[in-house]
């Protein structure tokens, strides 16, 4: 029975993105997936001792200008930590982190949810290094491969402000999408390079009290996400109204069966232990490094987002979907500036690139049709030269052939009849071979144009101009 006091979530979440820097955040192994077991470690990322870690300069800068693009304070000094925990995973039984002393501090997040503009406040960024990976069920045991190990992951943690299961999901996909246009993470969680813990509590409302949070892991995708807090939201809700107590847990995912399982009682800040790190000084970056990182900085994706709808009179829609990503949008722009056709340039981009994108896996980086080549189609289109359906196929022949807009029309015969000598001949073969539809669309049934249009194209083998086709038959049709 309901309690009848509404309660409201608090969620916060804490992303760990591994960087695309060539080599671990403290030693010279490479960073590099999919790697043969085992093969990339050394005595710094296995913990043996007496071996010593040194910063990864490249980590410390993709960290810098990730803070930068969120308003975050860059701090000149900061300090890593041990934050000690026994697990196989962790050879030296303590992970390099960063604790009291971040790189980062503040900042925010801006999104757009519909016409609601969105802002989620952060805490923090971090630098730290990656565990190894449990491989289980091999044989009946479990094994370790410690390629992971040392791997630099830059962690960025909210504040306790997110209030919807949709907007954490959101949030999530946002943060990919930036940190893809920096270039310093691929953001692919199934290959666990983008990986996310959610916090989650509820309060009730008017209450500024914050309830018992529990965590949840495993959670290898967007809907996952959304589904993981839903299900824990209501849980929690169950709880409550039924005069029940909320334990500190971390909860485990499982996606097949669409439920949560508890992995742990959750542990508490002091018991890991952070003290700073003594094999490491003090992080110091200088503000001239600063402003270097923030001159690589390209234009965000909100800020293209909202330009594409403004210089190109796009919709939202069609602008979010270009600006996705940034390699789709730099394909989108140059093939306006080539056709001047913004629209029509969206509309080929969005429907036949993306979905060839889709249906192969490709990278648009090696597309086989390049902004040229579909520039060449529309002006095509444009000219009169080929129709729109014809140009789908032309559009198939330059994928196969990278060949020419034009070389593929003249090589499948598809110039369009525009000339009205050759037009007006074959309506009036199609005229004189149907009387009886003549004589109803005479009669007041006009909807026959769609007939006589059908039968148009057809005899031309689809190459007919629509327009000048059009205008001929009417003046045929109505005299």
């Not at 020419?404 to 001949?425: K, M, N």
Request: overall charge negative; glycine content about 10%; proline content about 5%.
């Amino acid at each position: 029975m309901s309690s009848g006091i509404e309660y409201v979530p608090v969620i916060g979440l804490e992303v760990h993105a591994q960087l695309l820097t060539r080599t671990k955040m403290f030693c010279r192994c490479p960073a590099e997936f999919g790697a043969e077991p085992n093969t990339m470690v050394c005595p710094v990322c296995l913990g043996l001792p007496g071996a010593l870690p040194a910063v990864n300069r490249e980590a410390v800068s993709m960290a810098v200008r990730l803070g930068l693009a969120l308003g975050c304070t860059i701090e000149n000094e900061s300090v890593f930590a041990r934050k000690n925990y026994f697990y196989p995973d962790a050879p030296r039984n303590y992970q390099i982190s960063m604790y009291d002393r971040p790189l980062c501090c503040g900042g925010s997040l801006v999104f757009e949810d519909g016409e609601e503009e969105v802002s989620i406040g952060l805490e923090r960024i971090h630098l730290e290094d990656d565990a190894g990976k449990l491989l289980h069920d091999r044989g009946g045991h479990s094994l370790i491969d410690f390629n992971r190990c040392g791997v630099p992951l830059v962690e960025i943690v909210t504040l306790p402000v997110i209030r919807s299961p949709r907007h954490a999901s959101l949030y999530l996909q946002r943060i990919r999408q930036l940190l893809r246009y920096l270039g310093i993470c691929d953001g692919n969680l199934e290959e666990g390079s983008l990986r996310v813990d959610v916090n989650i509590s509820l309060r009730e409302r008017g209450d500024e009290t914050l309830g018992t949070r529990t965590e949840i892991k495993n959670l290898n995708s967007f809907k996952a996400v959304e589904a993981g807090l839903e299900t824990e939201i209501e849980r929690q809700r169950g709880e409550l109204e039924a005069g029940g107590k909320i334990l500190q847990v971390t909860n485990l995912w499982d996606a097949k069966e669409k439920r949560l399982v508890m992995m742990r009682r959750k542990e508490h800040t002091n018991d890991y232990r952070y003290f700073p790190e003594p094999d490491l000084p003090v992080l110091t970056v200088g503000d001239d490094w600063i402003e270097d990182e923030r001159a690589k900085i390209p234009e965000l994706p909100l800020e293209r987002e909202r330009r594409f709808q403004r210089e190109y009179g796009l919709s939202a829609y069609d602008a979010g979907v270009l600006t996705t990503e940034s390699n789709i949008a730099d394909y989108f722009e140059e093939t306006v500036r080539l056709t001047g056709e913004p629209k029509m340039s969206a509309n080929w981009v969005m429907r036949d690139v993306l979905r060839e994108l889709k249906t192969s896996g490709g990278d648009i980086g090696v597309f086989p049709a390049g902004p040229d080549a579909l520039a060449g189609l529309i002006d095509l289109i444009k000219e009169g030269v080929v129709s729109t359906s014809a140009g789908a196929e032309v559009f198939t022949a330059i994928l196969e052939s990278g060949e020419s807009a034009v070389d593929a029309v003249r090589r499948l015969g598809l110039e369009q009849i525009s000339g009205e000598d050759v037009l007006e001949a074959i309506i009036d073969r199609i005229v004189e071979s149907n009387p009886d539809a003549l004589e109803r669309y005479r009669g007041g049934k006009k909807q026959l144009m769609k007939f006589f249009v059908g039968q148009v194209m057809k005899e031309s083998g689809g190459k007919a101009d629509p327009v000048i086709a059009g205008e001929i038959l009417r003046k045929k049709l109505d005299g």
